[in-house]
């Protein structure tokens, strides 16, 4: 069964950095998500992404967050000028054919 | 937006035993779906519930969308079931998820 796969896995950064976390989505879906998730915490809703534009954002997603679709089919989240609080498990989520939300594996961003 | 509760926040079975998981959610859904976090972080997706009842194996599922809750069965538990229980709300269609804090599932053998 195809999954949603993120890249890196894990990264480690320095504050103040720019970091770049990739997707690659299961479907063709026009319909795209990202999340995230404090270690110990709950996943929080960060952006959705529909038709190439941005449909939703929650108040997490400020002015240091992007998303792009640099090249039709895979995603990004960038974060500009990465701070301590930034550290977090970073989820990217699609669904296939009806409603139902897949999640990519994950990457671990870890802020020194 | 959505208000998402899990209960009971901590677990902790016997191999062998049963369990229920509950989610109550503060509105009407059109997407309800539970997840294990494994312990490598993945979300595993279990059931897409909006309403009514699915089985899958030892686990079963039923949302009573009228009365806005949902509950996770997992008959004759596994040290394998031991993780997280996410359960996640979507008030539109394709809307965003809001989860709840998550069931943390102990399983001793």
């Known amino acids: 069964e195809p999954e949603v796969t993120q890249t890196p896995s894990h990264q480690v950064t320095q504050m103040g950095q720019e970091v770049i976390l990739r997707c690659v989505p299961i479907s063709n879906h026009l319909y795209f998500y990202w999340y995230r998730q404090i270690l110990g915490q709950k996943v929080e809703f960060l952006v959705s992404f529909y038709n190439n534009e941005i449909s939703e954002k929650s108040e997490i997603f400020d002015d240091q967050f992007s998303v792009e679709r640099p090249d039709g089919s895979n995603f990004t989240l960038k974060i500009r000028s990465t701070k301590l609080e930034d550290s977090a498990m970073y989820f990217c989520?699609?669904?296939?054919?009806?409603?139902?939300?897949?999640f990519g594996q994950g990457t671990r961003l870890t802020v020194v | 937006g959505i208000q998402v509760e899990q209960s009971p926040p901590d677990l902790i079975l016997q191999e062998g035993a049963n369990s229920t998981l509950r989610c109550n959610f503060s509105?009407?859904?059109?997407?309800l779906q539970w997840f294990h976090q494994n312990p490598w972080g993945q979300l595993i997706n279990l059931f897409y519930?909006?309403?009514g009842t699915k089985q899958n194996g030892r686990l079963s599922a039923t949302t009573v969308a009228t009365e806005r809750y949902s509950l996770l069965y997992i008959s004759s538990s596994q040290t394998t079931d031991s993780g997280v229980y996410f359960c996640?709300?979507?008030?539109?269609?394709?809307?965003?998820?809001?989860f709840g804090q998550g069931t943390i599932l102990t399983v001793h053998p």
């Open positions: 989520a699609n669904p296939r054919t009806d409603t139902e939300a897949f």
């Open positions: 996640a709300a979507g008030g539109t269609s394709y809307g965003k998820l809001t």
């Open positions: 519930i909006p309403s």
């Open positions: 509105d009407s859904v059109n997407n």
